[in-house]
């Protein structure tokens, strides 16, 4: 695809490049560096003000964080948070694709609307509108399950179980439309094959399809892990930065409670180190998946 | 007759789920076309017989939400714009040209799209601060701020998405517009820059969209300059505790989906395929 080598090559090519280089290399590159240097630093207020020197801690924050209770707490239940995301985001989503392929269009088009909507919301509005939806006094939840005044951001279980569902909610439709897609691209034959082979709808279902879908599976599988370790908006805002005395606290909001609520930057960092670990060992297992199921990269 | 019957169940199913998915959505925008006092009423109802737009004036004109609407405009269209300025130079270099570290660069632009950019917003707040010394109106409390993160989160995935599209531009195009003494940069904006154009669409809806929501960056950056906040913290604003104005804050989320919801309709079809397309390259 390259065409053939003109005068001053190198220097077009450069030129081209250095623009998008310097803001990756500023805003992206640096800020990485940056988050393991501070890390590694007492880092508070004093210090960012000017007010005291920086201490070299090394790995002092890693071990403070390792040797908190409230971290291990808050690490459960980030796992536990996205699991459930996870699960229901690929439980629902999966439904609905195959349901998806069992009906006529106006039907489909129906429920693409519906998710697409959904799937078009910004975070903010969603959960505001969730949160209005299971208000207390006023929300149309309550009216109906005629439990008025039952607060169901104030229990930890109830937080917890309203905010999955909002993320469920608006993450599903990508699930959906990603595998119905996939369930679309199977060639006819291979299913009219199947059927004359003998094999049932739920052999064709288990045996067929799903290995077939296999390596997109386990694309949108990770993607959702991604997403859903990494929730901000929706915990930040449904239950108030938090919940009540922070037991409401995910990864992501607790290393930007420590820092900007706290002034505990060093701190802060070495969790959001934390977590860039945890996720890039994710995606380096999504890597070896795909490559063992046979996808060329 | 079997057949029928359980294609009529799956369709009925299909109706009622389209309906509990699209009932928050219902939900918003009754509630900010509802009469105030039906609103807070104890027993709300889903419907209303007194449609008013009272609730958008007082989210325009009382909480000054247009400006807002504006301030959000102007980062996600900057982001935009130089987005697409910028993917288009870099992937046209990293497509038409061979040059050293070319392969290392590719996966870079790879492995950065991993980073989970919510761990940096510690550090970009400082990079931010010492923007804001040397040129204010990219740093701390500045649209500018906004929109030089999103840029750079955005450009990693548009460079990669581009590439294939500038790919598939045959090189005889060039070597033929050489011929006819087209300059390098004519045949990179009025050649090749329309035939790439569809490529654009899919990545720009995308970086708009990441921009426009954004809570989290808006939130740490625009610390003490009420006048620069975009939508997502402005309706924050307006949540105090135990007084809400739902009807406002309702009217502001329909001004702040409407945009999106658009954008989503217009370009599904291509989102959907240039996201299987980047799923499968």
């Given amino acids: 695809m390259t065409t053939t080598a003109r005068k001053g090559d190198g220097r077009v090519a450069s030129a081209y490049l250095a623009p998008a280089l310097l803001v990756l290399v500023g805003l992206m590159g640096y800020p990485i560096y940056q988050l393991v240097l501070i890390s590694l630093f007492d880092y508070g207020q004093e210090q960012v003000s000017g007010g005291a020197p920086l201490t070299f801690l090394g790995l002092g924050n890693y071990t403070t964080l390792l040797s908190d209770a409230r971290f291990w707490d808050v690490l459960a239940q980030t796992v536990g948070f996205a699991a459930v995301c996870v699960a229901g985001t690929l439980l629902v989503g999966a439904v609905l694709a195959v349901l998806a392929t069992r009906v006529r269009t106006w ?58 569902a909002q993320v469920i909610w608006c993450s599903f439709p990508f699930v959906m439309v990603t595998l119905y897609a996939g369930i679309k691209a199977i060639p006819g034959e291979v299913l009219e094959a199947a059927a004359l082979d003998g094999a049932s709808t739920a052999g064709t279902a288990t045996k067929v399809i799903l290995p077939l879908l296999r390596p997109l599976l386990i694309v949108v599988t990770i993607q959702s892990i991604i997403w859903d370790f990494k929730v901000f908006t929706q915990i930040y805002i449904m239950t108030n930065g938090g919940g009540i005395a922070g037991r409401n606290l995910v990864l992501n909001v607790y290393a930007y409670q420590q820092a900007f609520a706290a002034s505990e930057y060093g701190l802060g960092a070495s969790i959001g180190v934390v977590m860039t670990v945890l996720l890039l060992l994710v995606t380096l297992g999504y890597l070896r998946a795909l490559r063992r199921s046979g996808e060329a990269l | ?116 950019v919510e761990a940096l917003t510690i550090p970009l707040f400082f990079v931010m601060r010492s923007v804001r010394d040397v040129a204010p109106v990219f740093g701390l409390n500045h649209l500018g701020s906004l929109v030089l993160v999103h840029l750079a989160f955005s450009l990693p995935f548009a460079i990669w998405m581009l590439r294939g599209f500038v790919a598939a531009v045959p090189a005889e195009l060039e070597e033929a517009a050489t011929l006819d003494g087209a300059s390098r940069f004519r045949f990179l904006w009025q050649v090749l820059f329309p035939l790439v154009a569809p490529g ?30 975009t939508l997502p913290l402005a309706l924050q604003v307006f949540v105090k505790p135990d007084q809400n104005d ?26 959907v395929s240039g996201l299987a397309g980047a799923v499968k390259s």
């Fill in chain 2, 1 to 116: 007759m079997n057949r029928r019957a359980s294609r009529g169940f799956a369709e009925a199913a299909a109706v009622v789920v389209a309906a509990v998915v699209a009932f928050p959505l219902y939900w918003m925008v009754l509630t900010a076309l509802k009469p105030g006092a039906e609103v807070i009423s104890a027993d709300p109802r889903p419907w209303t017989l007194a449609p008013t737009l009272d609730s958008f004036v007082r989210a325009l004109t009382v909480q000054s939400f247009g400006r807002y609407l504006l301030n959000s405009l102007v980062v996600a269209v900057a982001v935009v714009l130089l987005g697409l300025l910028l993917s288009f130079l870099a992937a046209t270099a990293l497509t038409r040209f061979r040059f050293r570290g070319r392969t290392t660069l590719l996966v870079m632009l790879l492995v950065v799209q991993m980073v989970p």
């Fill in chain 2, 246 to 271: 739902w009807g406002a804050i309702m009217a502001g989320s329909t001004l702040m989906t409407i945009p999106v919801l658009v954008f989503f309709i217009l370009v599904q079809r291509r989102l």
């Fill in chain 2, 200 to 229: 654009l669409v899919a990545t720009s809806v995308l970086s708009f969209i990441h921009a426009w929501n954004d809570f989290l960056f808006a939130k740490t950056f625009i610390i003490s300059a009420a006048e620069n906040q």
């Fill in chain 1, 107 to 164: 039907a489909r088009t129906t429920l693409f609307l519906a998710a697409l909507g959904a799937w078009a919301t910004p975070a903010v509005a969603g959960s505001t509108i969730w949160l209005f939806l299971f208000d207390a006094n006023f929300g149309f939840v309550n009216e109906v399950l005629g439990t008025t005044g039952l607060s169901w951001t104030y229990d930890k279980w109830t937080a917890f179980g309203l905010v999955a």
